[in-house]
């Protein structure tokens, strides 16, 4: 089991940029996908980005192009570099580990992934 902690959230204006974290503890943590995800209150969890065990990065078409996940896996972290935010970015960001080890993805669904954070929220003022 993956326990995983999110930091690097807060407040933004339109355009600018924020870089999320995600730390993680136990065993094999290089061999499960993690994946980030967004929640506004009232809206369904919405996929943002994942990176398999193998490094293959995966994103929503909302934010390709304009955000990068990658991870450091000595340091057990995943990072979100999100660039030119926009105000339909703000949310809750969690972070979350796959159910399965060595999954090559892609895996956009939340129930795919079986370990999650508790969030940190990002707002983007316009």
């Known amino acids: 089991q993956v326990q995983l902690v999110e930091s690097g959230g807060g407040l933004v204006r339109a355009g600018g940029s924020l870089r999320l974290s995600c730390a993680a503890s136990?065993?094999?943590?290089?061999?499960?996908?993690v994946a980030w995800f967004r929640q506004v209150p009232g809206e369904d969890r919405e996929f943002v980005a994942a990176?398999?065990?193998?490094?293959?990065?995966f994103y929503a078409d909302s934010v390709r192009a304009r955000f990068t996940i990658s991870r450091d896996n000595v340091e057990n972290m995943v990072y979100l570099q999100m660039n030119f935010l926009k105000p339909e970015d703000t949310a809750q960001y969690y972070c979350?580990?796959?159910?399965?080890?060595?999954?090559?993805?892609?895996?956009?669904?939340?129930?795919?992934?079986?370990?999650w954070g508790q969030g940190t929220q990002v707002t983007v003022s316009s």
């Open positions: 979350a580990a796959s159910r399965e080890k060595y999954d090559g993805g892609p895996r956009y669904s939340e129930t795919d992934y079986a370990s």
């Open positions: 990176i398999t065990w193998s490094v293959r990065p």
């Open positions: 136990g065993q094999a943590f290089s061999s499960y996908a």
